[in-house]
């Protein structure tokens, strides 16, 4: 299939460190995405990680890829109030050629209590 | 600004109608993919196109038609609309379809049916 899964809702509080876990399908898949998306608004890449990497750190983002079980993390230091937003994990998946689609995960409502 | 351009922004229409998105992709782009965003079904693929030619399909209804023009601007057209239509829609395009990297989206088209 290709369903990706990820948690609901999470709740933090400013400054703490937020987690936020995804569990896809395609163990063939190239890039894994993380995109923002605030509310009436469009989505916003946040990162993106290389399928043959462990990890990525980008200033308050780090990401973490374990490939034998299919689970990506995105980790926000520091988390502000305005990192409240859905997060939306992303696989792609290619078919040979240039034919390539990304799943999106159900997405995770991030919120971040002062 | 992304470089992906939507439009219109916001659209409201009548059950049974016909309506056309329209999206330019980032410069240098050859593909073009459509994403449907809906509380019941989240972010959904539709379609992908690269250099005027289709090349992915998703859950794209029969009443929903693309096309990529030799400029590399896409149209998405819904037809025969009901209520369940309503939804965000996003055009993304990418740099390397090939490998599914460097996806960018625009703002989206808000759909509202009536």
């Known amino acids: 299939g290709e369903d990706v899964e990820q948690s609901l809702f999470l709740s933090v509080r400013e400054g703490d460190s937020s987690v936020i876990n995804c569990t896809y399908t395609?163990?063939?898949?190239?890039?894994l995405y993380w995109y923002k998306q605030e509310p009436g608004a469009g989505l916003q890449l946040l990162t993106y990680i290389f399928s043959n990497m462990d990890m990525k750190q980008d200033q308050r983002l780090t990401v973490l890829l374990n490939k034998k079980d299919k689970h990506l993390s995105l980790r926000i230091a520091d988390t502000q109030t305005g990192d409240s937003a859905i997060y939306f994990c992303?696989?792609?998946?290619?078919?040979?050629?240039?034919?390539?689609?990304?799943?999106f995960g159900t997405g995770t409502l991030l919120a971040v209590q002062p | 600004d992304s470089g992906v351009t939507q439009t219109p922004k916001h659209l409201i229409t009548a059950t049974g109608q016909r309506v056309t998105l329209r999206c330019s992709p980032r410069?240098?782009?050859?593909?073009v993919y459509w994403y449907q965003q809906s509380l019941d079904q989240g972010l959904q693929f539709l379609i992908q196109y690269y250099n005027g030619e289709e090349r992915a399909k998703g859950n794209i209804l029969e009443r929903f038609s693309a096309q990529q023009f030799p400029d590399l601007h896409s149209e998405l057209n819904l037809s025969s609309l009901e209520l369940g239509d309503s939804a965000l829609y996003f055009c993304?395009?990418?740099?390397?379809?090939?490998?599914?990297?460097?996806?960018?989206f625009g703002s989206g088209t808000r759909l509202t049916v009536v």
């Open positions: 395609d163990s063939s898949s190239t890039y």
């Open positions: 993304a395009s990418s740099v390397d379809p090939g490998t599914g990297f460097g996806y960018t």
């Open positions: 410069s240098g782009d050859l593909s």
């Open positions: 992303a696989e792609s998946l290619n078919y040979g050629g240039a034919t390539n689609k990304l799943i």
